[in-house]
Every structure is written in C-alpha cells, then in structure tokens.
C-alpha cells in the first residue's frame, strides 16, 4: 500500500494527488479543483463546515509536497513524534486516549530531535523501560483549533523493537485510559476506533514489511 498523503481536519481526510496512487479518484472523495493558498484555504474551510463524517476532499491538481510545503507558510507548524512499538512474538503497543485508539506520541521538549521525542514519549506515555533500533516509518499531518487559529501538526513516526511486552503504566495525566499489547489480527479489529491518521500510519508501517 503506498502512502495516501492525507491531511486530517476536523476528523476528515484531504488528500493531494499523489501519483503513485489512482484509486484515491475512485474512492468516493470529493473533487475541488485548482492551485495555491486559496484553494488550500478553501479546503480547509470546506472540512471544518462538513457535518458528514464520512466527507472527505481530494486536490487532484496539488501534489503532495508542494501541497504541504504551502500549508506549513500559511499556518502555524506544531511539530510532535511517536512510534510503534514491537515486543516479541509480533506484540505490538497501543493507547487508548479520549476514547480513540492511538499511539504515544508528544511535543519535543526543548532541543530534541525527533527522534529524541518520539523515545522519550514513548517511554512516558506507557511505561516501558526502553525501546530499540529505531527505524523511520512516516509523517503524518493533522489540524487543530488553538486560541482562535488553526494548527498544522506535522507528526514523525518511528518504529521501535523492546525485550518484552513490559508491563504498562499509561499516563493518566495525558489522558491516556487503557495500553495494551496486540497482536495483528486484533490490531485489525481496533482499527475503526482509532484516530484517522493512525489508521494511516499503522497501514503504511504494514506496507513496509
């Protein structure tokens, strides 16, 4: 499975046109045409008014890179990372945050990289005393209201590789209800209560194998 290239505003997906994959036209999403800032605003406005869950857009005339290149000018970039998390034995770690199933994940703390957040949330937001050979899965973009704007977040995943499925601790204080260790074909089965960009990042990480 490619990468769909999605940007999730108001729980709803706008996907550019990416080349490696056709089927986005087919696959019920509604088209808006044309170039630059005002369409991308356009869009967005389009998403935050839609009382359709199941309302999504496709820009079949903006790439992706460009497409995402343009909204980090024009809205406020808030930067996060996080990871998926493997035990042996094909175990991996989810939370279960305001009601959804997600994965940790968290805002750099001072100068961290990526990299050094994604390790650190992790580690905080369930409780495992360490995690492994770290690989880079992908970014993934959301908006959000703050004080009266909208925020981009912009999100790197990674995966991880742990001893054991360690006993959890989810951090309550980030909201974080339930952790637990899944195997695939349960994993399939807590999909549909996931976030829609986890849903993506979880696929793509599939893709990979």
């Not at 709803?12 to 170039?35: H, R």
Request: charged residues 20%; aromatic residues 12%.
């Amino acid at each position: 499975m490619t990468q769909k290239y999605a940007l999730y505003s108001n729980g709803k997906a706008l996907l550019f046109n990416n080349p490696q994959d056709v089927q986005i036209q087919t696959d019920g999403y509604t088209v808006l045409s044309g170039q630059g800032e005002a369409i991308l605003l356009k869009a967005l406005q389009t998403l935050s008014e839609a009382g359709d869950s199941e309302f999504s857009l496709f820009l079949p005339d903006i790439e992706p890179e460009p497409g995402f290149a343009l909204l980090k000018n024009i809205l406020p970039l808030q930067t996060a990372a996080g990871g998926i998390l493997q035990a042996p034995n094909d175990y991996f770690l989810f939370i279960k945050r305001l009601g959804r199933w997600d994965l940790p994940k968290g805002k750099p703390e001072g100068q961290e990289t990526p990299l050094q957040t994604a390790i650190r949330e992790v580690i905080e937001e369930t409780g495992v005393p360490e995690v492994s050979n770290p690989t880079f899965i992908t970014n993934s973009y959301h908006t959000y209201p703050s004080g009266g704007q909208t925020i981009l977040k912009e999100t790197a995943w990674y995966h991880f590789h742990c001893a054991e499925a360690y006993p959890l601790s989810p951090q309550t204080e980030e909201a974080i209800e339930q952790a637990g260790w899944f195997k695939r074909a349960e994993i399939e089965r807590l999909m549909p209560e996931a976030w829609p960009s986890v849903r993506d990042v979880w696929q793509h990480f599939e893709s990979l194998r």
